[in-house]
Every structure is written in structure tokens, then in C-alpha cells.
């Protein structure tokens, strides 16, 4: 499974964007499917996960303003973020793995990440 993540970019605070992640491959419907961030000087963090049932858990300091979804048609997952705060500021990364949850070890396939900056 190859991932392509996109729709990082510039935001103010308080505003939103919208991630997206396209995989290839045929089995992209059974893979459960997450966004993780790393910002300058810190380790990589769980945001949200999407199971291939749909079931969605998502970090405590995210819970409320982001949302993933995914689009098994189009093989996308997506990540709608609203409010952004400064210190959502990051790169956004998309992974793949079987039985995923929060954990970065239960991915086997990652994107190659999108930056995220969000001004005060």
C-alpha cells in the first residue's frame, strides 16, 4: 500500500482544513487507517484512527474539533480539522495497518507527510 497525503498549508487560528490520503491498492477498505503529527523537537503523536468498520477514537487534544472519515470508493482517508489552534502546527502523517489503534508500531504503511502551520 502506497499513501499520499495532501492538504497541509497555512491556516490562522481558529480556522479549519481538510487532510486527505489516498492509497493505493485494492485492499485499502480493510486496513485501519491513521493520522499521527510530529511537530519541531517532539516525538510523533496519535491524532485520530478509522477502522475499515468505521469505528473512530481520537486523541484527547483533538476530540471535538478534528473528525476522520474515509471513502473506501475512492481509497481516501480523510481528516477534517476545525479550530485549529497554534499548536496543531505540525506534519501530518496518514498510515495503514491491520488491527491498528494508537499506537505508531501497529502501522506497517505511512505517507510522507503534510505541514500543517497554524498562525496566532
Known amino acids: 500500500v502506497q499513501l499520499q497525503a495532501s492538504g497541509g498549508g497555512l491556516v490562522q487560528a481558529g480556522g479549519s482544513l481538510r487532510l486527505s490520503c489516498g492509497a493505493s491498492g485494492r485492499t485499502f477498505s480493510l486496513y485501519t487507517m491513521g493520522w499521527f503529527r510530529q511537530s519541531l523537537g517532539k516525538e510523533r503523536e496519535f491524532v485520530a484512527v478509522?477502522?475499515?468498520?468505521?469505528?473512530?477514537r481520537y486523541a484527547d487534544a483533538v476530540n471535538g474539533r478534528f473528525t476522520i472519515s474515509r471513502d473506501n470508493g475512492k481509497n481516501t482517508v480523510y481528516l477534517q480539522m476545525n479550530s485549529l489552534k497554534p499548536e496543531d502546527t505540525a506534519v501530518y502523517y496518514c498510515?495503514?495497518?491491520?488491527?491498528?489503534?494508537?499506537?505508531?508500531?501497529?502501522?506497517?504503511?505511512w505517507g510522507q507527510g503534510t505541514l500543517v502551520t497554524v498562525s496566532s
Open positions: 498510515a495503514a495497518g491491520n488491527g491498528a489503534g494508537a499506537s505508531s508500531y501497529d502501522y506497517t504503511y
Open positions: 478509522i477502522s475499515w468498520g468505521g469505528s473512530t
